[in-house]
């Protein structure tokens, strides 16, 4: 029972390993200096005999690191933790928990759902595995890493927030190996805690013998025994050396070694203080404390370029990075420094300097405790009545009482296996207030749906009042047993996005989906998009996001011109191009089609390039203007002439078109969706003169962001002035989670088929019709 006191409380859950220790024993004495929250602290321990016969190495199979032993460590430290941990929760009072790291409560998944829970991590299980201490990597550790995140995976989806200690490990996270959510990720260094945040760095005599130190649990795998050894060869007259280590080293005039040091120990100031080097030659670490230690402490630094150190460590400023498998590499910045005093002081300041200005582990600390204190206020909200899970609706139709905020009311959430004349007007009418991307209008998902799809219609909206204040433009299709919704349209060059009036809409919107007990797949959406963020803060969803394509982008603030995008040069060249082709074939041109009249008067021209193209195509790529598609094609561009969002850039050669690139404006933004040119002008530069002609006319028909859309296409990189990513979201409602993995199972085989038929078709002799020879 918490009685009378109402402040947060909060539970740190520590792997407790090596400097793990560090860092929890930094956040006892912050937290023990605020009076705003209760923090308990879970620290984990040593297994008993039966978890040290589980976790022990396989004969055989450990020297090729083919026993795992390293993941049945971390399973062995889980089964103890979730235990611990599971008893504490029951107990109550606690308000949310952070875990340092997700290692330490794999198979917790349901644990970390019960309460908002923060992870913080310094590593992943595929980063981890080649840099064990203890153990060397073999060619066989790469592909057996393969099985950790499937242990590690739903621990971090299950998690609020993700913090990441280095840039490389975020990038891990949301890789494919580990698909979370980028906006579920933050990059935050943990930094340290130490006197000489506030205190004066210490000053050290430029005179005196300088001193090198090492820090260490093991020489062999950490790189003492190199420092070792080319201090004998090379310092010993010169320097003193101290050894920071389990091992047992002996003694020798010059060396001193200090065994009896545990994490968090006070002494290190001191230590510090009277030395002037630190080399850390490990190149297993990736984030070290020690680093972080020395450098407040006003020493240069000597490190491996691994893991987090390049973000602690500025090259050549706070020290230097060298590759510490070379023995040369390690002894020529020593010499440097043993010999230069006035480097050494010019970089133990700036090294001061820079962890003060981002290492501070009190900074660290408020922003986890500022996140948990967020997630805690999340969750009694939505335990209240928010817009987290709700049970006991019917699947696909729901009411329930909720506060717009423009406007309250009963609001009902649908999925529509029809969409009738009313619908699709308000539809309309929704896109051309909310709309940003022209994949979410009806002029795009119903005509490929009626030309094109396949499975059912299941477009969701939200009706506030009767009025459609939120939609996600959707369509089913079933396999294996599991149905999945997929974007209207998806895979032909769109990205994707759901309409809403606000972000109470879209709250609303995956509210609904999720009672619905829907399977999501939502291909190309950005990684911001505000559907992802929906999902990831109702609670009730399982969310994987893996990258799939980057998507260029020309920024242009008014009154720019393609001259400020490329030089004078290119641009020549361009001009140049045009005037040869014009020499040999006649006037080069451009054709610019906004409304229907133009569009029917320049179909048969834009339909017959893309035929040429298609034909000379080696890619096989789609011709979103073929047979195939003409009908869908034609209808969505009409459509959106009629809307007054169509514009086309016609590339001509005497009067007749060569390229063609299809654009869509909504607001400010133009995207573009197909270009194609007539091979036989491909000297002309199709790509690069249609772009130019689009950015010249940006001021007169008011857009500022021409958007590529989807690939790196070598011209569109040319062009570009920032770009962004999309990926696919894969989300299902927790009670269905187990979906996900055979999604994902399903979509691989069918790409595999599509491969193999693509493969197959041009290498089987097609049968001659009646009537034609081979």
Request: with cysteine; charged share 25%; net charge neutral.
């Amino acid at each position: 029972m918490r009685g009378a006191d109402t402040r947060p409380r909060f539970l740190f859950v520590n792997e407790n390993i090596g400097g793990h220790r560090t860092v929890h024993g930094a956040f006892r004495r912050i937290f023990a200096d605020r009076d705003d929250i209760e923090v308990e602290f879970l620290d984990g321990g040593e297994p008993g005999l039966l978890g040290k016969l589980l976790r022990a190495p396989l004969p055989g199979l450990a020297r090729f690191d083919l026993d795992l032993q390293p993941l049945r460590g971390q399973l062995v430290q889980s089964w103890m933790m979730r235990r611990r941990v599971r008893e504490r929760l029951d107990a109550g009072g606690i308000d949310a928990m952070h875990v340092y790291t997700q290692n330490t409560m794999l198979g917790g998944a349901g644990l970390l759902r019960s309460v908002p829970t923060v992870i913080t991590t310094d590593s992943t299980g595929r980063l981890n595995v080649f840099s064990i201490p203890y153990r060397k990597p073999t060619r066989f550790t790469g592909p057996m890493s393969r099985v950790n995140p499937f242990f590690e995976r739903p621990v971090l989806q299950a998690a609020v927030k993700v913090f990441a200690t280095s840039q490389k490990v975020a990038k891990s996270l949301c890789s494919a190996d580990y698909r979370i959510a980028p906006q579920k990720v933050a990059h935050l260094e943990k930094g340290v805690h130490s006197p000489y945040l506030t205190e004066p760095v210490p000053v050290r005599d430029p005179g005196r013998r300088p001193g090198i130190v090492f820090i260490g649990t093991t020489l062999e795998r950490k790189g003492g025994r190199l420092l070792l050894d080319v201090w004998r060869d090379e310092l010993k007259d010169r320097a003193d050396l101290t050894l920071i280590t389990l091992e047992e080293v002996p003694t020798e005039p010059g060396l001193t070694v200090i065994n009896d040091l545990a994490p968090g120990d006070g002494r290190i100031w001191d230590i510090l203080a009277g030395v002037d080097i630190l080399c850390f030659p490990s190149v297993i670490d990736q984030a070290p404390n020690a680093i972080l230690e020395a450098m407040v402490a006003g020493l240069p630094v000597i490190a491996h370029p691994n893991g987090a150190i390049p973000e602690m460590v500025v090259d050549g400023e706070t020290g230097f990075l060298v590759d510490c498998r070379q023995r040369e590499e390690v002894a020529r910045v020593l010499l440097m420094l043993v010999d230069d005093a006035g480097l050494r002081q010019r970089m133990g300041e700036a090294g001061h300097r820079h962890v003060c200005q981002r290492y501070n582990m009190v900074d660290t600390a408020s922003v986890i405790v500022n996140e948990l204190l967020a997630a805690a206020g999340h969750h009694r909200t939505t335990a209240t009545g928010g817009s987290g899970a709700r049970a006991g609706h019917r699947p696909g139709s729901a009411s329930f009482p909720r506060g717009g905020r423009g406007d309250s009311g009963i609001t009902r959430f649908r999925i529509h296996d029809t969409v009738d004349q009313e619908l699709e007007a308000q539809w309309e009418d929704l896109a051309q207030r909310y709309s940003t991307r022209f994949s979410s209008r009806p002029s795009y998902g119903l005509s490929w749906f009626r030309a094109l799809g396949k499975g059912d219609l299941a477009v969701a909206t939200v009706h506030r009042r009767n009025r459609l204040v939120a939609l996600l433009p959707l369509h089913t299709r079933a396999r294996a047993g599991i149905t999945v919704h997929r974007l209207l349209g998806h895979g032909r060059g769109t990205v994707g996005e759901a309409l809403a009036q606000d972000a109470t809409s879209q709250d609303e919107l995956v509210a609904g989906l999720h009672d619905a007990g829907v399977v999501l797949e939502l291909t190309h959406l950005p990684e911001d998009s505000p559907v992802t963020t929906a999902l990831l803060d109702h609670g009730g969803w399982t969310v994987e996001y893996e990258t799939d394509e980057h998507c260029p982008v020309i920024d242009l603030p008014p009154g720019s011109t393609p001259h400020d995008i490329r030089s004078g040069k290119t641009l020549r060249r361009f001009r140049v191009a045009r005037e040869r082709i014009g020499e040999q074939f006649g006037p080069v041109g451009f054709v610019v089609v906004r409304t229907p009249g133009e569009l029917r008067a320049a179909w048969p021209e834009m339909v017959r390039v893309a035929r040429v193209s298609s034909e000379a195509d080696p890619e096989g790529r789609v011709n979103l203007l073929g047979d195939d598609h003409a009908d869908f094609a034609e209808r969505f561009l009409t459509r959106e002439a009629e809307g007054g969002h169509l514009l086309v850039v016609g590339l001509t050669v005497d009067s007749t078109w060569v390229a063609l690139n299809i654009t869509f404006q909504t607001g400010e933004r133009v995207e573009g969706w197909f270009t194609r040119f007539d091979p036989a002008y491909g000297k002309l530069l199709p790509g690069h003169q249609m772009l130019e002609h689009l950015v010249g006319l940006h001021d007169d028909m008011g857009f500022t962001v021409v958007d590529e859309m989807i690939g790196r296409g070598a011209y569109k990189q040319d062009w570009q002035t920032s770009e962004y990513r999309v990926g696919t979201v894969v989300a299902a409602p927790v009670a269905r989670a187990p979906a996900i993995p055979l999604v994902r199972s399903i979509n691989g085989t069918t790409d595999a088929l599509r491969r193999g038929i693509g493969w197959i078709r041009p290498h089987v002799p097609v049968a001659a019709r009646p009537g034609e020879g081979r």
